[in-house]
């Protein structure tokens, strides 16, 4: 009798080793599942200046300066923010043609006035004619490098548009 308790003993606990080893392989697949869900780039969330309008102008700000100004619209108060600005540090280390603004809730509340954001982390990146050429919320560092991508690989170009003058050209 001794004999079938120590079996089932052993199978029992080879069940809950079983059990255990399923459920961190279900609790990573939920991460990598997160993971592919997320938001992929900036998303636009009804805030912020228009695209290929002239953005404010910043005292502190040259945007003829650089290719590009990032601007990065942050709060004390937000862990994201928090996470996300050593991130863009490097990331605009990465790219000479960025210039990076960190732009603070809580010393420059008139500058998200006149920008008209209202949530953060927001991103938005200006051209050195002070035209805004992207904006959007931007919760990863995937999200800004895609950002930054786009800007950096300049306006769609429209084929019909292209399409049409090669036709005028040739007639």
Not at 118 to 134: E, K, M, Q
């Amino acid at each position: 009798m001794t004999g079938i308790w120590m079996i089932s003993y052993a199978l029992l606990w080879a069940t809950v080793l079983a059990l255990g080893f399923a459920v961190l392989a279900l609790l990573r697949q939920i991460g990598v599942l997160h993971t592919r869900i997320a938001p992929m780039g900036v998303h636009f969330a009804g805030e912020g200046p228009e695209l290929d309008s002239p953005a404010p102008t910043i005292a502190e700000v040259d945007y003829a300066a650089s290719p590009y100004t990032l601007l990065a619209f942050t709060s004390p108060t937000c862990e994201i923010c928090a996470s996300l600005k050593p991130a863009l540090q490097r990331l605009s280390r990465s790219y000479d043609e960025i210039d990076l603004r960190i732009v603070d809730h809580g010393s420059d509340a008139d500058t998200f006035s006149a920008f008209r954001v209202r949530s953060t982390p927001y991103l938005i990146a200006v051209d050195t004619d002070g035209v805004v050429r992207s904006r959007g919320v931007a919760n990863t560092l995937d999200q800004a490098e895609e950002m930054l991508a786009e800007v950096l690989a300049g306006p769609p170009i429209d084929l019909n548009q292209q399409a049409d003058a090669s036709e005028l050209a040739g007639s």
